[in-house]
């Protein structure tokens, strides 16, 4: 069984999760800032370890070489504490991720509809998930196989639709239990 939130207080991570487009690097970075807190976002460190893009990554080691190094970045991430960590959408699926991500830190997850991912990832050149004929089919097939992962992993559910993301960070900040402000 996962333990609950009370016996791991003593990590203070604040970790984001949701889908690609629910605001996971820019609301984290004001929370990050408004909190004093260090802030990391595991596409960027997986970036800057590797030194090219995560689509290069995709293209050369494919989507499990992603997902190998995405856990590498989670387990150097969350081994220390105190931060505000922006997760990758896909980085809830694999058990082992799940574990960690539930033994060190405060979860945070951005609830973001459909539509509003659509509106925001129409242009998208970077996300290689989403480099198909048809992104919306793909994001809506990601959503219903994601979204029950997201919401059992969840210490805090945020709805973020049509709220911009000053609001949405104050909303969060607010929520989180007095030891994590
Ligand atoms: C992915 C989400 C992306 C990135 C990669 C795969 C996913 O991160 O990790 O393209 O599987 O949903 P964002 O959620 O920050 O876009």
Do not use: W
């Amino acid at each position: 069984m996962v333990c609950s939130y009370h016996s791991r207080m003593s990590h203070r991570n604040i970790i984001l999760i949701g889908p690609m487009g629910s605001g996971k690097s820019t609301i984290g970075n004001i929370i990050a800032r408004r909190l004093h807190r260090e802030f990391q976002d595991s596409d960027h460190h997986i970036e800057h370890r590797t030194g090219v893009d995560i689509a290069r990554i995709f293209d050369v080691e494919g989507e499990q070489g992603f997902r190998d190094r995405e856990t590498q970045a989670l387990q150097e991430l969350l081994g220390e504490h105190n931060r505000v960590i922006a997760t990758g959408g896909g980085s809830v699926l694999r058990p082992e991720n799940q574990q960690l991500l539930k033994q060190q830190g405060y979860i945070v997850f951005l609830d973001t509809s459909l539509n509003q991912q659509m509106q925001r990832l129409r242009r998208d050149k970077k996300r290689p998930l989403l480099q198909t004929a048809d992104p919306r089919a793909r994001l809506e097939t990601l959503f219903r196989e994601r979204r029950p992962i997201y919401l059992d992993l969840a210490d805090l559910v945020i709805k973020t639709d049509k709220r911009v993301a000053r609001r949405l960070a104050a909303d969060i900040i607010n929520q989180l239990p007095e030891s994590l402000k």
